[in-house]
């Protein structure tokens, strides 16, 4: 890892967030990397109702921006891709390869910012994240890293909290509701007061004109709608709102 006198204030920040936070997520990344099927954001929607992956990740190389335990790196190295997974934090990193060994899936595991990233260019045919660097990292550097390293035609995939949930949510202690809570122009960082962390959220346009500018083609954005049965260990919202309104959404485009 960079040395912490050069690294960004946030990530330094996050970092440290997450370091603090592994043996709190340890079990849950155990359960992701057991489950046959994939199961996607705080609703755990199965990939046959979303269509996150890919449908042939053979022989195809991936990077996961931001890879905390590494089950999704998991998932697609069992679906035949040459995966390498991407963390600041060498505490969920060291969960990931306690994983790694109890399922004798072995694949590399670098600790690293996603607005850095340590690959050559067109090293990639996929990279995706999944509340990794696409919450955590600034968008304007770990976008342009994407593209970077991706080969032309590659795929970029990232599923992320909502702009209209990033909107409605309390900035403290609360679950979302029905109000918009702050503007919608000029979405950036976010801090929150009962959070160590920094956080990234745009709205729609935003999104749009920096993945175009990087350079991405947008193919298309996924709301996510969990089903009546769906259960969250999240209490920032209930699943009445997010089946009227979405709460994640998943970004696929195109490295063009």
Known sequence: MTADSSLPEHIRRNR??????????????????????PTWGIWRVPESTLHVLPKDLAGKTAIELGCG???????????????????????QLATARRLQREHGLPFPLIEADAERLPSRDRSFDLAISEYGACLWADPDRWVAEAARVLRPGGELIFLVNSSLFALCVPAENGTAGDRLLRPAFGMGRIEWPDDPGVEFH??????????????????????VRPPESATTTYEYVTLEWARQWPCEEVWRARRR
Do not use: C, K, M
Request: net charge negative; charged share 25%; glycine share 8%.
């Open 16 to 37: 440290d967030r997450w370091n603090a936070e592994a043996p709190s997520y340890a079990a849950a990344g155990a359960r992701a990397w057991a489950r046959a099927e």
């Open 69 to 91: 335990t590494a089950y999704v790196s998991a998932w697609l190295a069992r679906r035949g891709a040459s995966v390498v997974g991407i963390d600041p934090s060498p505490a």
């Open 202 to 223: 745009l709205a729609h346009g935003d999104w749009i004109r920096l993945l175009r500018g990087a350079g991405f083609d947008i193919e298309d954005l996924i709301e």
